[in-house]
């Protein structure tokens, strides 16, 4: 950029996955089982040399709710690494690591990489990694009665920047023109004297 001003930049990224699906319950007593794998990562990162007004943020939510006929949530459950919490109508087998958590950072926590994998497994390679790596997640609901239900899995994955760098001054031209007449004038002004 030449001469005076400023340029900034924003950018966001979101994935949003909702999936429901209807299912009738003949008798009561019935419940219903999740249970997967999961490799949690996000990495945010915000340069020394950002200004005033930027920002940086990641996030992941993760929720399996289910609904009776009458618009009841009888079923909820967020994992947020710590068992038995973050559920409502059933039971947590497993929940080793928090899906719905976030970072952001501002120029006053910039130049420092914020990582969250608290699996250790380290930053994806986009191949796959197997299932050797991962935290283990599993919930059970408490004994349903008979009836209709829609069950909703949500889950998001959004990181947004907005960048706007510091201002450095830089010298005009006729600054530049103005300090070596000066210093020109220095000299002359020495030479003369002697």
Do not use: H, K
Not at 122 to 137: D, E, F, L, M, S
């Amino acid at each position: 950029m030449t001469g005076g001003g400023s340029a900034d930049a924003a950018g966001r990224n979101g994935s949003t996955t909702a999936m429901a699906v209807n299912f009738v319950v003949g008798e009561p007593g019935a419940t219903l089982a999740f249970e997967f794998q999961a490799l949690p990562f996000m990495q945010l990162y915000l340069d020394a040399m950002a200004g005033t007004g930027s920002a940086a943020s990641t996030s992941m939510a993760l929720t399996f709710s289910i609904i009776d006929e009458g618009g009841e949530i009888v079923f909820n459950w967020a994992p947020d690494g710590s068992l038995g919490s973050g559920i409502l109508g059933g039971s947590e087998l497993a929940d080793d690591a928090n899906l719905n958590t976030g970072y952001a950072q501002t120029p006053l926590t910039s130049g420092s990489v914020f990582t969250y994998d608290p699996s250790g497994c380290g930053t994806p390679t986009g191949t796959g990694i197997g299932t050797t790596c991962g935290g283990q997640y599993g919930a059970v609901t408490d004994n349903l009665v008979a009836g209709n239900y829609t069950l909703v899995l949500n889950m998001l994955n959004s990181s947004e920047l907005a960048y706007v760098p510091t201002a450095v001054p830089v010298p005009l031209p006729g600054t530049l023109l103005l300090l070596a007449l000066g210093l020109a004038m220095l000299t002359l002004t020495q030479r003369r004297r002697r």
